[in-house]
């Protein structure tokens, strides 16, 4: 909706503020609005917004005093305070869960050490043991950091991530849950009325897997329970995750 806003107040010659992204749309009004005296503020909440904010006023201190930046990293992100980050997330929804799925799928591009980098953000995750003494977290690039590149007079940085920042554990989980499929926009069968038919929709036809891991956690468990978790750990993705934190025999 924010194209059919835009437009109905540059006809009624009102200014208009929003925290949401620039799109290509708002792009192509800038002549209109600007000829008409207008104000048109996008990326002026949190993320983007005070990050840009406090990332301009670093830039032209820094220019100020002669020195160039060749390496920039921002990382933001609503976390719930530790002792209400009470489930395996470490996470609290305070907007569209469905909103804040999608956007963990988004493909992330940034730069690293001089080389532009284009990866599905979840698998990359970054542990950021120097955040704080007390809480572990841990990192990813969001979207397309490489737009803000020139916005921000950085267009020589060797390195520049825009990303979120979760309590350590939040990607892994969220990956698994794009790795089955029970993220997806696919159209849920008619016949399926609870979750643990939707999920065994989503892992039909895959071979389970059986390790000391799997094997342990599952010991006691009625084997239809057991066989589903066998097949959800066969569709996951663990290639990804340091050698010491995949599941064991895998």
């Known amino acids: 909706m924010h194209t059919p806003i835009c437009e109905a107040c540059l006809k009624l010659g009102k200014n208009m503020t929003t925290s949401s992204y620039i799109s290509p749309d708002m792009v192509a009004m800038h002549k209109q609005v600007k000829d008409k005296g207008l104000i048109f503020l996008n990326e002026c909440g949190l ?17 100020n005093a002669g020195f160039k930046i060749v390496s920039y990293e921002s990382y933001c992100g609503g976390l719930p305070v530790a002792e209400h980050a009470d489930n395996p997330l470490g996470y609290k929804f305070s907007w569209n869960p469905g909103a804040a799925i999608k956007a963990s799928r988004n493909t992330a591009t940034f730069m690293k050490d001089g080389k532009k980098v284009v990866a599905g953000p979840l698998k990359i995750a970054e542990q950021q043991d120097d955040f704080s003494v007390s809480m572990k977290l841990e990192t990813y690039p969001n979207r397309d ?6 916005r921000f007079g950085m267009s020589d940085c060797h390195t520049f991530v825009r990303g979120t920042v979760r309590f350590t554990g939040f990607s892994y989980i969220i990956a698994a849950f794009h790795d089955i499929g029970i993220t997806s926009d696919d159209k849920v069968p008619s016949h399926i009325s609870n979750l643990r038919d939707f999920l065994n929709s989503r892992v039909q036809g895959v071979q389970g897997i059986s390790n000391s891991t799997i094997d342990k956690f599952t010991d006691g468990m009625d084997m239809s329970d057991k066989d589903m978790i066998q097949r959800v750990m066969g569709k996951c993705d663990f290639s990804y995750m340091p050698q010491n934190q995949r599941p064991k025999a895998m």
């Open 47 to 63: 993320d983007p917004g005070i990050d840009i904010m406090g990332t301009m006023k670093i830039v032209h201190e820094a220019k």
């Open 145 to 150: 950091s490489t737009v803000f590149m020139s």
